[in-house]
C-alpha cells in the first residue's frame, strides 16, 4: 500500500477515533474548512465547524459508541483521491441498555492539503439503521 493509501486510511481512522473517543480537535483534522457532508436523512452540512458541532451534540448524551470500517477501498490521482468505505457503527444509551446501530458506506472526494489528506466532499448512503 502507497503512503498515500495508507496517510487515507489513518486519516479515515481519526474519524472513527475522533467520534468514539469524543475528541473533537481530532475529528477536526478529518476534513477541509469548507467540507460538504450529506448524510441524507441524518442531516447536511457544509464546513468542519458547522459537521463538529453536531457530532459533538449528537454523541453528548451518548454512551459507549463504536464506529468500526472495512473495505477501504482508495483510488489516488494526484493530489486528488477517492475512497469507498464500509461503517457499520453502534450509538448507545447513556445507560447502554439500547441505541442505534447504522451500516452503510462512506463515498469521500479527499484533497492534499498543507497539512496531509483531508475530506473534501462526503456522502453516507445507509444501508441499514436499526435499534439493537
Known amino acids: 500500500m502507497s503512503d498515500d493509501r495508507l496517510d487515507i486510511t489513518d486519516l479515515l481512522v481519526r474519524y472513527a477515533s ?3 473517543r469524543r475528541d473533537w480537535p481530532l475529528f477536526r483534522t478529518v476534513f477541509t474548512p469548507d467540507c460538504e457532508l450529506d448524510y441524507g436523512e441524518i442531516g447536511r452540512w457544509h464546513g468542519v465547524d458547522e459537521v463538529t458541532d453536531f457530532m459533538e451534540r449528537a454523541h453528548a448524551a451518548a454512551g459507549h459508541t463504536l464506529h468500526r470500517l ?4 482508495i483510488a489516488v490521482d494526484g ?6 468505505t464500509y461503517v457499520d457503527s453502534l450509538v448507545l444509551t447513556s445507560d447502554g441498555a439500547s441505541g ?6 462512506y463515498d469521500d472526494d479527499l484533497l492534499r492539503t498543507e497539512a496531509g ?16
Do not use: E, K, L
Open 100 to 105: 442505534v446501530q447504522a451500516t452503510g458506506y
Open 117 to 132: 489528506w483531508r475530506v473534501h466532499r462526503r456522502r453516507f448512503t445507509a444501508v441499514r439503521m436499526v435499534a439493537p
Open 18 to 20: 475522533g467520534i468514539d
Open 70 to 73: 472495512s473495505n477501504i477501498a
Open 79 to 84: 493530489d486528488r483521491a477517492t475512497a469507498r
